[in-house]
């Protein structure tokens, strides 16, 4: 019998400048990237108390396939922390495209943790929350508050930042990247800083000049197919465009929403994947 339930949007996270500093004695990589919470696309979630020792996850969706049910899945390693004894269901619907470097697992974890926080009433804060989130993987702290930080340390080291509000397109090939792999590569590379820099837009231009992502080098040479797909999103959208965070998604950022609309309707009629318009949000994680 289901006591109690509430629904969760968690929006993906979009690295819009990474710099790799160095590897680490515990084999992370130190890194200091700028990132955003954006509005597309976002996974929604429905986590209710039940009787029982069981945290069932069940997962619908068009990424439904690519990601584990059951305990395996992030969000029910979520749910355990806070309710090691179980007694957890979470409906998972599954629109962040798994292995595409926007943070999707994460975002469902920092969904979870947060809804059971409100329904069970836990006593912890959003630095605890994120305390607890920061075991289960380097990116959930910063799902937890969301909005806009420079994440430090393997990620999980977070400074608040303001960022205005940016029109966003988001575009992921038919095929995702390994995060280790990418960084396992920065290594063999020799640890290269990327070249190529993307200016930002007007709105952002007092929180950074230029845009960058040092995991682009490697992702490519991970993945040959990731440059051609983001030459034809280049092209299409008439703007440059940036690798998010290990890949596989690309993003371009624009100064009016129209531009992006019109951007969404040429990228999503000549690439073969996924593609989304939306922007800038100040939240990780929204209570429906
Ligand atoms: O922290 P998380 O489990 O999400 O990281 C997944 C993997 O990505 C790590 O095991 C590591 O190989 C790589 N990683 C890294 N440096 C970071 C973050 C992740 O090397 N700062």
């Known amino acids: 019998m289901r006591h109690k339930e509430i629904r969760v949007d968690a929006f993906a996270k979009l690295t819009l400048s990474l710099r790799v500093l160095g590897t680490r004695a515990d084999g992370y990589h130190e890194i200091d990237a700028l990132t955003a919470s954006v509005s597309e696309p976002y996974d929604s979630i429905v986590v209710a108390l039940s009787d029982g020792v069981e945290v069932r996850v069940v997962v619908d969706g068009p990424f439904a396939g690519e990601v584990p049910g059951g305990e395996s899945n992030l969000a029910a390693r979520a749910a355990r922390l806070l309710r090691p004894?179980?007694?957890v269901v979470i409906n998972l619907h599954k629109r962040i495209p798994p292995g595409g470097g926007l943070g999707g697992g994460s975002a469902d974890a920092a969904a979870v943790l947060v809804g059971l926080k409100t329904l069970t009433g836990v006593d912890?804060?959003?630095?605890?929350?994120?305390?607890l989130g920061a075991t289960l993987g380097s990116d959930v702290p910063f799902c937890v508050r969301g909005g806009g930080a420079y994440m430090r340390g393997r990620g999980e080291v977070l400074e608040p930042v303001s960022v205005p509000s940016i029109p966003v397109l988001v575009a992921t090939p038919p095929f995702g990247l390994s995060t280790p792999a990418v960084y396992r590569a920065w290594d063999e590379l020799g640890g290269p800083r990327s070249e190529r820099a993307v200016e930002s837009p007007p709105a952002l231009a007092q929180v950074a000049g230029a845009l960058v992502n040092d995991l682009e080098p490697a992702a490519e040479h991970v993945e040959p197919r990731?440059?051609?797909f983001r030459e034809s999103v280049?092209?299409?959208?008439?703007?440059?465009?940036?690798?998010?965070?290990?890949?596989?998604?690309?993003?371009?950022?624009?100064?009016?929403?129209?531009?992006?609309?019109?951007?969404?309707?040429r990228v999503g009629g000549v690439v073969r994947g996924h593609v989304w318009v939306g922007g800038t949000t100040p939240s990780g994680v929204v209570l429906a």
């Open 85 to 87: 004894d179980g007694g």
């Open 124 to 131: 912890l804060d959003d630095e605890g929350l994120a305390a």
């Open 226 to 228: 990731l440059r051609g």
């Open 234 to 265: 280049e092209s299409a959208a008439g703007r440059p465009a940036l690798l998010a965070g290990s890949g596989s998604s690309v993003a371009v950022l624009f100064e009016h929403h129209t531009d992006a609309a019109h951007a969404y309707t």
